[in-house]
């Protein structure tokens, strides 16, 4: 366990992005806690409203985000300052990712619908990052060889048909997929081979004519969120807390 230590975190200097990923995981857990303990009136917390002015945790994560991040650039990878740094960004990434929706929309939807996207975003970036420590480099750099390393002509290549892959994804309507592929090529691949979504920009400007195509779309995009959206919003609700229930409108009286 030792050595593997010092040889996959220690000496390739993975120490301040481990201790980031731990500080920014355990911050958006407890934050998401504090905030479903204030939403249900339980516990000492509360929303801090200087002269009724709701402060969101977002503005103390930007300030922590920019002290640690510089920090971070200016400590290099080792030390115990590097850590130190590492942490403080991680608590204010963490802060600030779990409002990402808030500052997406630019409105208060912490408990809404369209707050689930901060969720999604946490996830995600913490999967990315944990790709990150196990050892995939971008755009699938691991995988080239010695000799096509020492070719720049063979590199470069590598990078743009990746890339290519990862621009398709997205143009499909595939944003995780496209993420993941950035560093996973595979994935960016499938994503690229696959059918789009049928309200992608690759569906209405390839399957416009091709009624057979974008009805396959229609039918697997379907099926996709029908097999997904359950269990998905379940692992949401379970992590973030379930959004607030819009209530019905009234109904005419005839």
């Not at 892959?165 to 996973?184: P, Y």
């Amino acid at each position: 366990m030792g050595h593997w230590w010092h040889e996959n975190i220690a000496e390739p200097g993975k120490v301040p992005l481990l201790l980031a990923l731990a500080a920014f995981v355990l911050t958006f857990a407890i934050t998401r806690t504090i905030t479903r303990m204030i939403r249900a009136g339980k516990g000492p917390f509360r929303n801090i409203t200087p002269g009724g002015m709701h402060i969101h945790h977002v503005v103390p994560g930007v300030v922590l985000s920019v002290v640690g991040g510089f920090g971070a650039v200016a400590s290099g990878r080792h030390g115990v300052a590097a850590g130190i740094f590492a942490v403080i960004f991680g608590v204010g990434a963490g802060l600030v990712l779990d409002e990402f929706a808030l500052i997406l929309h630019l409105d208060d939807v912490y408990w809404t619908e369209e707050g689930r996207q901060s969720v999604e975003v946490v996830v995600l970036t913490a999967s990315l990052v944990l790709l990150v420590l196990a050892g995939f480099s971008p755009l699938g750099v691991d995988d080239v060889s010695d000799e096509e390393q020492q070719g720049r002509l063979g590199l470069i290549a590598t990078y743009v048909v990746n890339f290519c892959f990862v621009l398709i994804s997205l143009f499909k309507g595939k944003l995780r997929m496209a993420v993941l592929g950035t560093l996973v090529p595979f994935v960016a691949l499938v994503g690229a081979i696959r059918l789009a979504r049928p309200t992608s920009p690759w569906a209405r400007r390839f399957y416009r004519h091709r009624h057979r195509a974008r009805s396959r779309a229609m039918l697997r995009a379907y099926h996709h969120d029908v097999r997904w959206a359950g269990p998905r919003r379940k692992f949401q609700d379970l992590i973030g807390g379930a959004p607030d229930r819009v209530p019905l409108p009234p109904a005419r009286k005839s």
